[in-house]
């Protein structure tokens, strides 16, 4: 059973200060990697995907990738209000196949 | 470049009706897919199709759920008859062929009675 694990929260951070999600998945054999976020009611919105090891950088927000422990990361600097949703961690074994979710993390961020 | 168009966006029905939703991916995508989304989960697919065939539909209860693309364009999810358990958001998303990146419609949001 292939599963990504994510911390539901809430996780709630003041306003500019720097959020931290993260997701664990079990299949070694994963090769691609997803941050999508999801305002409620809406649907999943791609904001970063990763392939290597390290980190990407896009704007306010950096993936993380460790392979070895089958770990990924979202950062998100400068949180604002606006960054209040789920954050959703999904993962494929490889391109073309379906995404296989986490259950998401939901940020708040307070002003 | 429009997006995944889906429709309806809202349906409410009793126990053991039955339901349709439809999907039109983005234009020259031909790898389309179903995802069930329950309050409080993540997406979880349904059925993968590649043009107008099946890929993967190993996760679809296929005793009451069924869908079809048959010009390899717009595709149709149906459920008959529908539990209480079936009350999510059923999401429609489509890629290029083998490429990573999925774009998601709307969704419509279903209601069990």
């Known amino acids: 059973q292939k599963e990504v694990e994510q911390n539901s929260g809430p996780l709630s951070v003041p306003e500019g200060a720097i959020a931290s999600l993260n997701c664990t998945y079990s299949?070694?054999?994963?090769?691609?990697f997803f941050w999508y976020r999801q305002y409620s009611g809406k649907s999943p919105e791609l904001i970063m995907s990763?392939?290597?090891?390290g980190d990407k950088e896009d704007g306010r927000f950096t993936a993380q990738l460790n392979k070895a422990s089958q770990y990924v990361s979202l950062l998100i600097r400068d949180s604002q209000p606006s960054d209040s949703a789920t954050y959703l961690c999904?993962?494929?074994?490889?391109?073309?196949?379906?995404?296989?979710f986490g259950k998401g993390t939901t940020l708040s961020v307070s002003s | 470049e429009a997006g995944v168009a889906q429709s309806p966006r809202y349906k409410i029905i009793e126990k053991r009706q039955s339901v349709a939703f439809w999907c039109n991916p983005i234009?020259?995508?031909?790898?389309l897919y179903w995802y069930q989304q329950i309050l409080g989960q993540g997406p979880k697919l349904l059925i993968q199709?590649?043009?107008?065939?099946?890929?993967?539909d190993s996760q679809l209860p296929k005793d009451r759920f069924s869908a079809e693309r048959l010009k390899g364009v717009d595709s149709t999810l149906k459920i008959q008859p529908a539990k209480l358990e079936d009350s999510a958001v059923y999401l429609c998303?489509?890629?290029?062929?083998?490429?990573?990146?999925?774009?998601f419609g709307p969704g419509t949001r279903l209601t069990v009675l």
């Open positions: 998303a489509s890629s290029l062929a083998g490429e990573d990146t999925q774009y």
């Open positions: 299949d070694r054999g994963s090769q691609s």
């Open positions: 990763i392939y290597s090891n």
């Open positions: 999904a993962v494929n074994i490889q391109a073309g196949t379906a995404l296989i």
């Open positions: 234009s020259g995508h031909a790898t």
């Open positions: 199709f590649q043009n107008n065939g099946v890929v993967d």
